[in-house]
């Protein structure tokens, strides 16, 4: 066989072996349409901000999950479903987002638990596990002339949100100068909010919890310490972590 | 339309016209994800959809100067080995195959699929960083350099993979038909 013959005959073998393959294209479509959100990108949305787009996103794919998760926890198969669902998070994904008045494009990496999945940007952090806790913290060690810089996750599965603000509040009155009032907030999470600072330095410690209802009767915790200086930095792509936080039910 | 068009209408946000570039880009896409996940239907079609959802979401940054396909292909080769890597067998040869071929011989023209069969197998015998510059040069036509920049590899090394795939290629076929001769 010559050279231009074999060519051809190589390409022939590659589309006639693959032909069977080409079968799935509207299902892959409606996924993608689905996972995009394309049937409601009409002229007039596209004009919203990428983080509100996002934020549509995530609210469809969440009521999608409360629906079949509903279904999940009557199957025997339950899990494997959950797990399957688990599938429909990107693995990675790029986001921009506004780090002190600049907007900063990440790829950020999808970390899945058994409850919850997150988004990580591993540029930057790790997370870690110990005993029940996740948490993300910087990939570099700080000096250490600076004040932890982390974000706890865990649940307490027998405290409702509510409850918890007010032993966070009291606890945080110990060591901080300032507590603010608890507050209900919608972003970057549905929940309540107990923040503290110790000063107005640079270095000042900042504690920021907020807690999330499980969907049960529990709730999930976030406990982001940072220091003044760093606010509009490891705070704010805190915030947009948790901007991407799902609940995932057993 | 012209494909530059197509993409510089999704640059702006046009729905409609990543919808035609899906249409264009689907089915050569899929071709080489099955090839390359060794016919794992699903896992190729997670490919390719992850791939499409990775187009839509970074074409802003696509720089328009430069050729679209290779940036498409590198995106689509990039997730095939991530969800190989994934499932932990990225070097597992013809999984799924059996199914799909008796499929395939049941559903269509038998004749057809044995002409190619010795080829095909050999194809799919080929170590995993010959057999992707192959599906890449024979069944997409890209050029030798386009290849380097999909793989992130240096051009004399896709180069070398070409020519040592072909010689693979042609050896294993040699060796199967004297192999039939002999039976």
Redesign the interface.
Known sequence: MDEKN??K??????????????D??D???R??ES??N?KE?S?KR?KTTKSKGRFVGIAITAAVLVVLLGFATVTTTGQAFVERLK?YF??E??VVTEIEGHPE?QEVILHERADYVIYIDEERYKMIHEGDKDIVTTKEPLEERYPEVSMTISQVIDKTPEQLAKEYSEELKTSFATVKEIETVTEPVNGILVSAIDGSEWDSPVNKIYLVSNGNEGSFVFDLKYFLEAAEGHGARFYHMLEEFQIVQK | MKELEIVQQIKN?D?QA??DL?DLY??YA??VA??VMN?Q?SN???A???T???V???IK?YDTSRPFKPWFYRILINECH?ILK?NGKIISVGEGFNK?EQ??LA??GIN??I??ED??KA?ESLEHHHRVP??LK??NGFKEQEIAEILDENLNTIKSRLYKG?QK??GLLKNEKEGSQDG
Do not use: C
């Open positions: 074999f060519e005959e190589v390409k022939e073998a590659l589309k006639n072996k693959t032909n069977h393959y080409l799935g294209k299902e892959v479509w996924n993608i996972r995009l394309l990108k002229p596209q599938q990107e693995p994904k790029n494009e | 946000g729905v990543f919808h899906y689907f089915e899929m071709r099955t090839v016919h239907s190729a079609k997670d390719v959809q992850e499409f959802i990775r839509y979401q970074n940054g991530r994934r799909a499929d395939e559903y269509e057809q699929f002409e190619h080829l095909y194809i192959i599906v024979y069944l072909k290629l042609k």
